[in-house]
Structures are given as structure tokens and as C-alpha cells.
């Protein structure tokens, strides 16, 4: 019996004129996913997409496994592809079915009639495929309301398709269709978790991240690689530049007001980051900022950070808790690589009185003392990247 993915779009459907790029970009990033476990046929249809292995050793519930991560996905399902005529479905369902049927004690069945040249109408199938389920799982009764487990049999054009319940997809849209953006990943919670929320909303994620050798260590930076890797199970590839920015907080440590260190250091930051996000095609900035959360987190603080860039910074995690932060991080799975006690750039320097309320004069006048232009530069030039998937 022939198998395959059955996928929902989600918000897609919202999308009018511009579904089919959507689609094609869910497409894509779903091929991109699976390439690795085999080969795969797409189709698409009446806003359903449809995945077909070819060839018989496909490790389809990870396929499943990773298409659940996939934005743009509303729900999904394996379903098994029958000849379309009922003496074939009847044939097929209990074999198929079996391992749902066997352990529940109510079902329903419910019929998709797309394709209206099929003799029989859907309340029909329904009596009638209900009729041969309760044949050969006699223990079953059904429950049209609450049952454990509703069959599905919906008569496409392609054929007749045979699933029980759907899982939840990822929901949101299609990485790459709302464009790119530039997230500044530490080695933290919350970053990883921005990124992610802003990929959900069909943003591809590039990524970069500030090392200050010796004070940092590599094991810091092989931290952010691994938040990489897990934020692209479900942004996608991520390509990741790591800024040397040893030389500009020493500067800053030398020359500024102890404390501002830290905002002249987010507002270093932040100039470097757009101009790399300018180069690569990047439309804004992604902070794991949120309000009040730490010093350079007050609303005075994230002002004068604000201030050193012109694109738009977009903060996901503004008005969430760290206890919300941590859920989504667990649910991410990069919770518990952010809490390796590695040192990150922003925590070594760290201003025993940081300003709670810092003036954006004060700063500016206390910037000029740092004279950053060459060691900006000289960070930009040094830095690299890799790709991450
Ligand atoms: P996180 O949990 O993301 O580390 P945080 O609450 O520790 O956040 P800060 O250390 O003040 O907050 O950093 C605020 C934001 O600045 C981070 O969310 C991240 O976007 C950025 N950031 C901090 N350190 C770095 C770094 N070394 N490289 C790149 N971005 C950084
Ligand atoms: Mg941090």
C-alpha cells in the first residue's frame, strides 16, 4: 500500500494573490528538510500538499518528525493513497487503521468529497466505512461527538486518502517570504528564542555573535553554534558571523565612564550588526531584549541603543516574562544549552553601577571619548561566518 505526507498550509490560505509564492516557498522549505532521508515527490492541491517517498526504505515518521518543525505548516498527517472506489478503501482501512482502531473504544468517520464524480456522497462513505470498521474491531463504538479517534477518508483527485487525526504543524509563514533579518544571538535564553519567533513569521534568520578572546572561550562560541543548529531545525539554515570585539571593549574599559560601559558596548554592537545586516540583504535587526529585564534593559537604556542604528530592531521577547522566554526555549530545545556557564562578551566589563536611566547625551558625550571608528572598522573586517543547518 503506497504512503505519504499529507500537509495543511496554514495562514497561507489568507494569503490571496500571493498564495503561490507561499506555497512554493513552503515547498522548498520542506524539501530542504527531508532531502536528507530520500527522495521525495511534491504535489500540491486544493491548498493540501502532498509528499510522496520514492522507494521503500524512507524513514517516514522522521520525515513527519521534521516537517512538524516547518513554519507555514498548519497541520499534518500520514495517510495512506488507495485506488479510488470503495472496494479497495474497504479492503485497505482495517489493516491500515488498525493500530489507532485497536486501542481506542469510540471513533467516527468523517468524508471529503473533492472529487464529485465519485458515485457514492460523503454521508454514505461515512455509514459505510463506519460499518466496516465496527466488522472488524468489534470492541469500537461510535461516538460523532467526542470520539477517541475520527478516520478520515477524503476523495481527491489523485485517489481516495485514509488518515486518522492530524498533528499540529508549527503554524506561522514560510521562512524567506516576509525577507531576512539579522539576529544578535549571545549565548543566553532569550536570543535564540527572538529568533525563532521571528522566523515563525517567515523571516529568514542570519545571525552574529561578539567574541572578546581570551576573555571569552571557545567553548562560547561552540555554545552559539549548537543555538544555531537547534534554531535551524525549524528557521532553517542560518548563516552565522562571529564579530572579534576583544580590542573594542578593551577600548571602551579604558576610555568611557565605567557607568555606560555596557550601552556604549550594546550601541558597538548594534552599528557593527547593521552593517553586516546591510551587506547581506537584511532588513532589520532581532534583539532578545525585554523591558526592564536587566540594566541595558530599561526603557532609558534600550533608548540609547536604539539610537545607534537606523533599521528596525525587532524585539519578539519585549513584553514576555522569563518564564514565558523559558517555555518556548524548552519547547525550541535550546534551554538547556543556554544555561552552560560560559562566559558571554556582555557579562565580562560588566559596570558594578551600571546607569539605570542613562541620557542619550551623557552617552553620546561619553562615546566620543572612545574614538570607535578605526576599531569598529577593524572588528568588521575581522569578522567571519559559516553556515549553520
Ligand atoms: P540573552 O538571554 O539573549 O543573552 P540577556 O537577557 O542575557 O539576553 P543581554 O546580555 O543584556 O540580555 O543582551 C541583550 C541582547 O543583546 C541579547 O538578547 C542579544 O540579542 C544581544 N547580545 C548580547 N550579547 C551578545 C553577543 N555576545 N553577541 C551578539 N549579541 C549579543
Ligand atoms: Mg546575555
Redesign the pocket.
Known amino acids: 500500500m503506497k504512503e505519504l505526507i499529507l500537509l495543511k498550509c496554514g495562514e497561507l490560505a489568507l494569503k490571496g494573490l500571493n498564495r503561490h509564492t507561499f506555497e512554493d516557498a513552503l515547498v522548498k522549505n520542506c524539501r530542504r528538510r527531508i532531502e536528507s532521508l530520500g527522495t521525495f515527490e511534491f504535489y500540491k492541491a486544493q491548498s493540501a500538499i502532498y509528499i510522496e517517498p520514492r522507494g521503500t526504505d524512507i524513514d517516514l515518521d522522521e520525515a513527519v518528525e521534521r516537517l512538524t518543525r516547518v513554519f507555514g505548516v498548519a497541520a499534518l498527517t500520514r495517510s495512506a493513497v488507495v485506488e479510488k472506489n470503495f472496494d479497495a478503501i474497504r479492503a485497505q482501512a482495517p489493516s491500515y487503521l488498525a493500530g489507532a482502531l485497536e486501542t481506542a473504544n469510540t471513533f467516527k468517520v468523517e468524508a471529503k468529497r473533492s472529487d464529485k464524480s465519485f458515485p457514492m456522497k460523503s454521508p454514505e462513505l461515512c455509514t459505510e466505512l463506519g460499518a466496516v470498521l465496527l466488522e472488524a474491531f468489534p470492541h469500537l463504538t461510535v461516538d460523532v461527538h467526542q470520539p477517541d479517534v475520527t478516520v478520515y477518508v477524503e476523495i481527491r483527485e489523485r485517489g481516495a486518502y485514509l488518515h486518522t487525526d492530524q498533528i499540529r504543524g508549527a503554524g506561522g509563514l514560510p521562512v524567506g517570504t516576509s525577507g531576512r533579518a539579522m ?9 535564540p528564542v ?1 529568533g525563532y519567533m521571528m522566523g515563525k513569521r517567515g523571516l529568514e534568520i542570519a545571525a ?4 572578546s578572546p581570551p576573555y571569552t572561550s571557545a567553548h562560547a562560541l561552540e555554545k552559539v553554534r549548537t543555538l544555531c543548529k537547534k534554531m535551524a531545525a525549524w528557521c532553517g539554515r542560518v548563516r552565522l558571523f562571529v564579530v572579534p570585539f576583544t580590542e573594542t571593549q578593551l577600548a571602551i574599559r579604558d576610555r568611557c565612564p565605567e557607568d555606560v560601559f555596557t550601552i556604549i558596548m ?1 550601541r558597538c ?1 548594534m552599528k557593527i550588526a547593521e552593517r553586516l545586516a546591510r551587506e547581506n540583504g537584511c532588513g532589520a535587526l532581532i ?4 523591558v526592564a ?2 540594566a ?2 530599561t526603557l532609558d537604556a534600550i533608548a540609547c541603543t536604539d539610537a545607534a542604528c537606523t533599521m528596525p530592531v525587532l524585539r519578539p521577547v519585549i513584553g514576555m516574562d522569563k518564564d514565558e522566554i523559558v517555555k518556548v526555549a524548552y519547547k525550541i530545545d535550546t534551554f538547556e544549552t ?1 544555561i552552560l556557564p560560559y562566559e ?3 557579562t565580562v566589563f560588566t559596570p558594578k553601577h551600571p546607569k539605570t536611566k542613562p541620557r542619550l547625551d551623557y552617552v553620546l558625550g561619553a562615546e566620543e571619548k572612545l574614538d570607535g571608528g578605526a576599531l569598529l572598522e577593524s572588528a568588521f573586517e575581522g569578522t567571519t561566518s559559516e553556515w549553520i543547518e
Not at 287 to 290: A, I, L, R, V
Request: hydrophobic share 35%.
Open positions: 539576529l544578535l544571538i549571545s549565548g543566553g535564553i532569550d536570543s527572538a552574529v555573535h561578539f567574541v550594546r554592537m534583539t532578545g531584549e525585554s529585564q536587566v541595558s534593559q543556554s558571554d562578551c556582555c
